[in-house]
C-alpha cells in the first residue's frame, strides 16, 4: 500500500515502507547482471609524484584478475571535471594527491580485484606538495578567477568605526559520511550503448563524463539512480570518477563492472567540506551597527577546481549573512593544494561566509564585553535602505527580526538568559551559554544557466500515472513532494502516481540535485507537465460531460463542475486514448528574473533568500572541556510547506549535521598529505547521545512565498546554518570561565581538546590582565 | 589463506548452504550469497551499525561476524514481518530519511526487545549510540523506539 502523501499535510516518506523492510535498493544492492565483474581503484600514496612507470604484469598474472587498466587505456578523453576538466580519471604524468587514482584493476571479485590491486607497480618520483592554504597563497598556487565585491568606502568606514575588528577566521573540513558510501555499475548494452547506475546526484554529469570518457556522443550512455542513501553534495561531481572507473573497466573487458567504495576508499578518494582561512576587518558604530566589512577569503580546494569557484562565491554572497553592511570590501581566492579535491557540501560556501561575520559580532561582543545579540539585531537587514546586498540585491522581505522576535519568545530566551548568568556566577567547573544564530540564505544556483528542470508525466489509459523528473530521491523526500505536487494537479490521490528512477533517457539537461533546488525547480516542472495534461483531458471531458472545460475541477480522481456532472479520472483517461489524445507531455521550468554580473559583482543572483533563526543552549566542563547541547529552538521560514513533515526532518537533520562540523568532525591529514580520519572510528559525525534531548522544532508560518511552487521554500541547505549558533553558545560559556573583556580563541570544531585551550587561553590572559589578543 | 568453507546455517526459517571463501563475512553471505540486501554496509569495521542482523536472538554486527563462525539462527530484516510493532512505529513516526540505516536501527531494536523488560528512555539512547545515522536528528527513530518499547 502507499503510503498517504498530500499537499501541504505531513504525509510520510514515499519509500518508508520500502526503507524500514530492507526492500528499498541503492545502487550496490541491484542484482548482480551476467558475468559482473568488480573494479578497485590503485591509489597514489603521494601528494604529488611523478610517474615515472607503471606495470601491471604481476597483477594481471593472479587468476581472476581480467584487466589492469592505466591513464593510456582510456579511449575518449582522461581529463573530467564538472566545471573545468582539470582532473586525471587516472593519473598520468604526476597524481596530484593521496587517493588519486593511477589504476582501475578489474576482476572476478572484489577481493581479488583488491589483491591484485596491491600488485600494481608503479614507480613515483616525488615531488614538493602544497599541503595547506598559507602554502598555496605563498607559491600563488590559485585555481579559477578571482571574484571580487565592494560597496562604499572600507578605509573611511574602519577609521570612523567605535570598534575595529581584525581578525582571521577558519572554518574546518567536513566528511560527507552518507551512510551508503559511492557505487556505480556499468553494463554494456547492444550496439555500443551504456547503462550505468550510479549513486550520484547528478546523472547529467556522470553522463557527460561517461561518455566523453569512451568518446562517444551522450545519447550512448543512460544513467539511472534509483536512491540514493544520503548525499550532502557528496555526490554531486565525485560520483563521476567512480562511474568512470565502473565504465571503462566494462568497455575494456566488455562485460559489465560494479565499483564500490568502501568507507575508508570513500573517506581517501573524495572531496570534503572546503576548509577556509579568512582574513577581515569589520568596522561596528557605537550602537553595535556593522558599518563595514573586508574579507580576504581563501578556500582550500584540494588538486582540482571542481566546484571550488561557485563554493567560494557562495561564501561571498553570505559574508553578510542576516546583516547590512553598508561599506564592503570581499574578495576571494581558491588556493590548490595536493590535497583531496575538495567539493559541495550543504551549504556550499555559504556556512564558511557566514562563520566570518558571525566570528566579528563574537569578538566586538566579547571585547566589550556585551551581550553579542545587540550587535546582531542592529545590524539585521530591514527597510531601505538597509535592504540591499553588498552585490546590489533587494532584500524584499527581511524576516531576521521577525525571526528574532519570535523565537526569543517562544524559547525563553531572556529568562533562560538569566538563569544561565546566575548559574555561572555560582559554578566554577560547569558553565553555560545560550548562543543566537540567524541565518539568510540566498536559493538558486549562482550560476544562472542551471536553474532549469524538466519533468515527464505518463498518463495510462487506466489512470494510473508515472512521474518522471530530473531531481534525485536521496533522503530529502523531494520524489514525496512531487508527488504530492503531482496528485493535487492532476486531482488524485498521490498513491496513483509512481516516482520513478531518476535517469537521463527520461529527462535530459538536468541539474544536480543540489543548492536546496531541487523541489523549487523540480516541483514547477512536474505541476507544468501535469497541467499539460490535464488541460487536454479537460477538453475532453467539457465534451463527455456537457460542460466548458474552464468549470472543469480535478480532484480526489474525479473530474467534473461542481454541483455539476462528473466522471472517475480513470475513466477520462481511458476516454482520451480511445479518442486519440496523447497523454503524455513533458514540463520545463526555467527560474525568472536572475541576472548576475560576476565581473562587477553586482546582479541578482537568487530568486529569493531562505530564512532561519536557533538558540542553542551549551554545558561546558572546564576540566575536560567536554560540552552538550541541553537544548536547541530552531525555527525556519519555508514559506508554504509543500510538506511539512519533511521540511521538520530536513530542518532537524541539517542542525544537527552543522553542530556535527562545528564541534566533533574533524578531518586531519598527517604531514605527507595523507587522510587519517578515514573511519567512524577516528571521524566523529553525531550519535544520539550528542543531539540535545530537547530539541524544539518549528516553521514559520503564514509565510507563503511569492511566484514559487505553491508558495514554499528551499530547505535542503539552509537550516545547516542553524549549527552556528552552538560557536556563539560556546564562546559564551567558555568566556565565563575568565574576565569579561576578552576575545575568545576557539578553533574549530570545538571538540572538548579545542574547548579545553580556548579556556586555557583566555584564562591566562585574564589573570594577565592582558587586552584581548587583536585589541 | 582464503580456502573455501561450507557454512550452512538458518536465515530468517530457512536453512542455506553455500561454499564461500573463509573469509566471508555474514555480511557479503547475505548480500552477496543470499541476495538479502536490507543489512547494509555503512562502515565494515563495526561502528556503524547498518549492519545489524540478529544471531540467536542477540543483536550482531553482521560487517565483523564471520559467516563461518556463526552459530545459532540468523534473523536479518527481510524475515521482519511488516506489522511488527518496531516496524509499524518507524513508520508511524516517519523515522527514515534516505532510508539506509533503517533496518540496521531496526534491527538492533528487535534485539533490545528480544532481550526483554522495558527500557527507558536512557537504556534506548544507550542501546541506539551505536548505529549511526546522517540525515536524521535522531529524533524520530527514538520516537518509534519509545512508542514500540519504551514505558509508554
Ligand atoms: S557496516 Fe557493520 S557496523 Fe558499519
Ligand atoms: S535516514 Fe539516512 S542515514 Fe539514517
Known amino acids: 500500500m502507499t503510503p498517504l502523501i498530500k499537499l501541504n499535510a505531513s504525509s510520510p516518506h514515499e519509500s518508508a515502507r520500502k526503507h524500514v523492510s530492507g526492500a528499498a535498493r541503492y545502487v550496490d544492492d541491484l542484482p548482480a547482471p551476467q558475468g559482473m565483474l568488480h573494479g578497485f581503484a590503485v591509489a597514489s600514496p603521494h601528494a604529488h609524484a611523478k610517474i615515472v612507470s607503471r606495470d601491471g604484469t604481476r597483477a594481471r598474472a593472479l587468476p581472476g584478475v581480467h584487466a589492469v587498466l592505466f591513464a593510456a587505456d582510456v579511449p575518449g578523453s582522461n581529463h573530467i571535471g564538472p566545471v573545468v576538466h582539470d582532473e586525471d580519471l587516472l593519473a598520468d604524468a604526476t597524481a596530484q594527491c593521496v587517493g588519486h587514482a593511477v589504476a582501475v584493476v578489474v576482476a572476478e571479485s572484489r577481493d581479488i580485484a583488491r589483491e591484485a590491486a596491491a600488485l600494481v607497480d608503479v614507480v613515483y618520483e616525488v615531488l614538493p606538495a602544497i599541503l595547506t592554504i598559507e602554502e598555496s597563497i605563498a607559491a600563488k598556487a590559485f585555481l579559477g578567477s578571482p571574484h571580487h565585491m565592494a560597496r562604499g568606502d572600507v578605509d573611511a568606514a574602519l577609521a570612523s568605526a567605535a570598534i575595529v575588528i581584525k581578525a582571521t577566521a577558519r572554518n574546518p573540513a567536513q566528511d560527507h559520511f552518507y551512510l551508503e558510501t559511492h557505487a556505480a555499475l556499468a553494463i554494456p548494452e547492444e550496439g555500443g550503448n551504456w547503462l550505468i547506475y550510479s549513486s550520484t546526484q547528478h546523472p547529467t554529469e556522470v553522463q557527460g563524463e561517461v561518455a566523453s570518457v569512451l568518446g562517444l556522443p551522450r545519447n550512448a550512455v543512460v544513467v539511472e539512480v534509483p536512491r540514493l542513501g544520503g548525499g550532502f553534495g557528496g555526490k554531486e561531481s565525485q560520483a563521476s570518477q567512480i562511474a568512470c572507473w565502473a565504465a571503462l573497466g566494462a568497455h575494456v573487458t566488455g562485460r559489465p563492472v560494479k565499483v564500490w567504495l568502501d568507507r575508508e576508499q570513500d573517506m581517501t578518494h573524495t572531496g570534503k567540506r572546503h576548509p577556509f582561512r579568512t582574513d577581515y576587518e569589520a568596522g561596528f558604530d557605537a550602537d553595535g551597527r556593522l558599518t563595514a566589512l573586508r574579507a580576504r577569503v581563501y578556500a582550500d580546494a584540494g588538486f582540482s577546481l571542481d566546484l571550488s569557484q561557485a563554493i567560494n562565491d557562495r561564501a561571498l554572497f553570505h559574508l553578510d549573512n542576516a546583516y547590512y553592511v553598508p561599506n564592503v570590501d570581499f574578495q576571494n581566492f581558491t588556493c590548490k593544494t595536493n590535497l583531496l579535491s575538495n567539493t559541495a557540501f550543504r551549504g556550499f560556501g555559504g556556512p564558511q561566509g557566514m562563520v566570518v561575520i558571525e566570528d566579528a559580532m563574537q569578538r566586538a561582543a566579547e571585547r566589550l564585553g556585551k551581550d553579542p545579540n545587540v550587535f546582531r539585531v542592529a545590524s539585521f537587514y530591514g527597510d531601505a535602505p538597509r535592504n540591499v546586498t553588498p552585490y546590489g540585491m533587494r532584500v524584499d522581505q527581511p524576516r531576521a527580526a521577525r525571526l528574532w522576535e519570535e523565537l526569543s519568545a517562544s524559547s525563553d530566551y531572556a529568562t533562560r538568559s538569566a538563569a544561565i548568568a546566575a548559574h555561572n556566577a555560582t559554578s566554577s567547573v560547569v558553565k553555560r551559554g545560550l548562543g543566537f544564530m540567524p541565518v539568510k540564505f540566498g536559493i538558486s544556483f549562482t550560476a544562472t544557466l542551471l536553474n532549469q528542470a524538466g519533468a515527464l508525466v505518463l498518463v495510462y489509459a487506466d489512470g494510473s500515472v508515472q512521474m518522471n523528473h530530473g531531481g534525485i530521491e536521496m533522503g530529502q523526500g523531494l520524489h514525496t513532494k512531487m508527488l504530492a505536487i503531482a496528485g493535487d494537479e492532476l486531482g488524485v ?9 531518476t535517469a537521463t533517457d527520461k529527462v535530459p539537461n538536468t541539474s544536480a540535485t543540489a543548492a536546496s533546488s531541487g523541489s523549487d525547480l523540480n516541483g514547477w516542472a512536474v505541476r507544468n507537465a501535469c497541467a499539460e495534461i490535464r488541460q487536454r483531458m479537460a477538453v475532453v471531458a467539457a465534451e463527455v460531460l456537457g460542460v466548458p472545460a474552464a468549470a472543469l475541477v480535478f480532484a480526489d480522481g474525479q473530474v467534473g463542475a461542481p454541483g455539476g456532472p462528473s466522471m472517475p479520472f480513470a475513466k477520462l483517461a481511458n476516454t482520451c486514448w480511445v479518442r486519440r489524445i496523447s497523454l503524455s507531455s513533458t514540463g520545463f521550468y526555467a527560474t525568472p528574473d536572475l541576472a548576475y554580473d560576476r565581473e562587477k559583482g553586482f546582479g541578482r543572483p537568487f530568486f529569493y533568500f531562505a530564512w532561519g533563526a ?99 521554500k528551499a530547505v535542503g541547505e539552509p537550516p545547516l546554518m542553524l549549527g552556528i549558533g552552538v560557536v556563539s553558545a560556546l564562546r559564551q560559556a567558555i568566556g565565563a570561565f575568565a574576565s ?36 | 589463506m582464503n580456502d573455501e568453507l561450507v557454512v550452512a546455517i538458518e536465515v530468517n526459517g530457512e536453512t542455506v548452504r553455500r561454499l564461500v571463501p573463509a573469509s566471508r563475512t555474514l555480511l557479503e553471505f547475505l548480500r552477496v ?61 516517519l523515522a527514515s530519511q534516505c532510508g539506509y540505516c533503517t533496518p540496521g536501527f531496526v534491527m538492533n531494536l528487535i534485539g533490545v526487545r528480544e532481550d526483554g523488560g522495558a527500557p527507558d528512555e536512557e537504556a534506548l539512547r544507550n542501546a541506539l549510540g551505536s548505529n549511526l545515522c546522517r540525515c536524521t536528528g535522531y529524533t524520530r527513530i527514538l520516537d518509534a523506539a519509545k512508542d514500540a518499547l519504551g514505558q509508554g
Not at chain 1, 573583556?741 to 583566555?762: F, K
Request: net charge negative; hydrophobic share 40%; charged share 20%.
Open chain 2, 33 to 93: 550469497d543470499l541476495g538479502l540486501t536490507g543489512s547494509k554496509h555503512g562502515c565494515d569495521v563495526g561502528d556503524c551499525g547498518a549492519c545489524t542482523v540478529l544471531v540467536d536472538g542477540v543483536a550482531r554486527l553482521s560487517c565483523i561476524t564471520l559467516a563461518v563462525e556463526v552459530r545459532g539462527p540468523v534473523r536479518t530484516i527481510e524475515g521482519v514481518p511488516a506489522d511488527d510493532p518496531i516496524v509499524a512505529a518507524f513508520d508511524r513516526h
Open chain 1, 740 to 775: 569579561p573583556g576578552h576575545e575568545i580563541e576557539l578553533a574549530l570544531p570545538a571538540t572538548p581538546e579545542a574547548v579545553l585551550r580556548a579556556i586555557m587561553d583566555v584564562r591566562a590572559r585574564s589573570a594577565a590582565g592582558a587586552p584581548s589578543l587583536h585589541g
Open chain 1, 614 to 712: 536557533s538558540v542553542v543552549e551549551v554545558e561546558v566542563n572546564a576540566l575536560t572541556g567536554e560540552h552538550r547541547v541541553v537544548r536547541a529552538d530552531l525555527l525556519q521560514d519555508v514559506g508554504k510547506s509543500l510538506v511539512p513533515s519533511i521540511d521538520l526532518g530536513q530542518v532537524e537533520g541539517a542542525f544537527v549535521q552543522g553542530v556535527g562540523w562545528l564541534t566533533m568532525e574533524e578531518c586531519l591529514y598527517d604531514k605527507r598529505g595523507r587522510f587519517v580520519t578515514h573511519g567512524p572510528s577516528t571521524y566523529k559525525i553525531p550519535t544520539i547521545g550528542d543531539v540535545p534531548a530537547d530539541l524544539r522544532v518549528h516553521l514559520l508560518e503564514n509565510v507563503e512565498q511569492d511566484g514559487t511552487i505553491h508558495g514554499s
Open chain 1, 493 to 501: 490521490p498521490a498513491s496513483a502516481v509512481r516516482a520513478m528512477d
